[in-house]
């Protein structure tokens, strides 16, 4: 069981250049999110998504845009990357049930470097 | 969600058991408890959560004080594998976020 996936796992940038994240998970989850991670910090949420076609902002949606056209998959995009967006991105995915969302699943993460 | 209060750092003896002290004084009725982990920079893995009573699952133990103003997660037998920063998150159930703070490092030594 795959779990969650993302791709690539490595990239540079040049200031300016855009480029997609894929994430693509196999639980059949309804939930998705992207997060950010800078070095010695923790998670900081970028946008989430409750279901197929809809999306929404989390704390630092600024310089990026999502889509989830399909259930399984949740596109980060950078549009125009600048040097502040060298992090580490990491999607993940629930099934929330009732009350509780029962534990995220995590990708391996990207590593973007914006030079 | 609640702020949650956790030691910077923590070391433990392999073998012996770590336990992990959270505080979330300002914890509401409806929040739970998340205990998640993550391993030299994989994504974090889920652990175990909890509302009010205490959990026991393969890999840990929560045990959540009856004013639900703090908790610890306890690893029974530590191993080298274990050495993490774990974070400890308290969330209202269905929310759309998990707030990770920086968590307490944990260093299991041989």
């Known amino acids: 069981n795959a779990g969650v996936t993302q791709t690539p796992k490595f990239r540079v940038l040049k200031t300016g250049q855009s480029m997609t994240l894929l994430c693509a998970q196999d639980m059949n989850h309804e939930y998705m999110y992207w997060y950010r991670q800078d070095p010695g910090m923790g998670l900081r949420l970028i946008h989430y998504?409750?279901?197929?076609?809809?999306?929404a902002k989390g704390e630092v949606p600024d310089g990026y845009n999502v889509s989830r056209l399909k259930k399984q998959n949740f596109l980060l995009g950078l549009e125009s990357a600048a040097p502040s967006q060298t992090s580490v991105y990491f999607c993940?995915?629930?099934?929330?049930?009732?009350?509780?969302?029962?534990?995220?699943?995590f990708g391996s993460g990207t590593r973007l470097t914006v030079v | 969600d609640a702020k949650t209060t956790q030691p910077t750092s923590m070391d433990c003896a392999e073998g012996r058991a770590a336990n992990l002290p959270c505080n979330h004084s300002?914890?509401?009725?409806?929040?739970?408890v998340y205990w998640y982990r993550q391993i030299h920079s994989q994504g974090p893995q889920y652990i175990i959560h909890g509302l009010k009573n205490n959990e026991t699952n393969e890999m840990a133990s929560l045990i959540i004080t009856e004013d639900r103003k703090s908790s610890t997660l306890i690893l029974p037998h530590a191993t080298l594998r274990d050495t993490a920063v774990y974070y400890c998150?308290?969330?209202?159930?269905?929310?759309?976020?998990?707030?990770f703070g920086t968590g307490t490092r944990l260093t299991v030594i041989p």
């Open positions: 998150i308290v969330r209202v159930g269905g929310a759309n976020n998990l707030f």
């Open positions: 993940a995915s629930s099934n929330p049930r009732g009350q509780t969302n029962y534990g995220y699943t």
């Open positions: 998504s409750v279901g197929e076609g809809t999306t």
């Open positions: 300002t914890i509401s009725g409806n929040e739970y």
